[in-house]
């Protein structure tokens, strides 16, 4: 994570990327049914090609190669379960609605206006500049991430990292009837920009895995 002060900075250099992030958080924030979230996270996908989900397939396994074995291979279908199955889903969704509805309220719109509200920064708030290849520094990746929890958490009212995802020490997100839980939920409270202080699980008991 990066200093306030480096955050603004990094926004300033990009100010057609930061207004047009601002824009689509804007038009995400103004649903307030599942359906009419749907619709919009569909349109906003629409902007993403081929080429755009390759480069971020490709910072996914860069991202995962980091971590050591055995979890690496343990959490990596999880991963790729978050981003693209939940992209995959959200995409057929929109396009047969009408025989698999959604609908009502969002569930939470208090958090769901909180969420959007940290879109902007959280798109910039890592610090990239190590990276060599220059189309991964670009804060549309990471606005991806954003729009698919926005659909996992808000549409499906699902946890935003995927049931029996691994973290370490053992401890799984568990799904108990129709409550989600997770041992991290309340421990990302400090982390501004975690998609895991916006999330449907409840906090599970902090008890030694079985």
């Known amino acids: 994570m990066i200093t306030d002060i480096r955050l603004s900075l990094l926004m300033d250099q990009f100010p057609?990327?930061?207004?047009l992030i601002r824009e689509t958080a804007h038009r995400v924030s103004s649903a307030t049914t599942k359906a009419g979230l749907l619709d919009i996270l569909a349109k906003e996908m629409g902007h993403y090609s081929i080429f755009d989900l390759q480069l971020i397939g490709g910072r996914l396994n860069n991202e995962i190669?980091?971590?050591p074995s055995p979890y690496r291979e343990a959490i990596r279908p999880y991963f790729i379960?978050?981003?693209f199955g939940m992209h995959h889903a959200l995409l057929l969704m929109s396009r047969s609605v009408k025989s698999c509805p959604v609908s009502g309220p969002l569930r939470d719109p208090?958090?769901?206006?909180?969420f959007c509200g940290i879109i902007p920064e959280g798109c910039f708030s890592r610090d990239d500049q190590s990276e060599r290849n220059p189309y991964l520094r670009n804060p549309k990746m990471r606005l991806f991430y954003y729009l698919v929890s926005a659909f996992t958490m808000f549409v499906l009212d699902q946890p935003g990292h995927p049931?029996?995802?691994?973290f370490p020490g053992g401890f799984k997100v568990e799904q108990r009837g129709n409550d989600y839980f997770c041992l991290i939920r309340d421990k990302e409270k400090e982390v501004c920009y975690s998609i895991c202080n916006f999330c449907p699980?409840?906090?599970?008991?902090?008890?030694a895995p079985v």
């Open 16 to 19: 057609t990327e930061t207004a």
């Open 65 to 67: 190669r980091k971590l």
């Open 81 to 83: 379960e978050q981003l």
């Open 110 to 114: 208090v958090a769901f206006g909180d």
């Open 163 to 166: 049931v029996g995802m691994p």
């Open 201 to 207: 699980a409840k906090q599970a008991e902090d008890t």
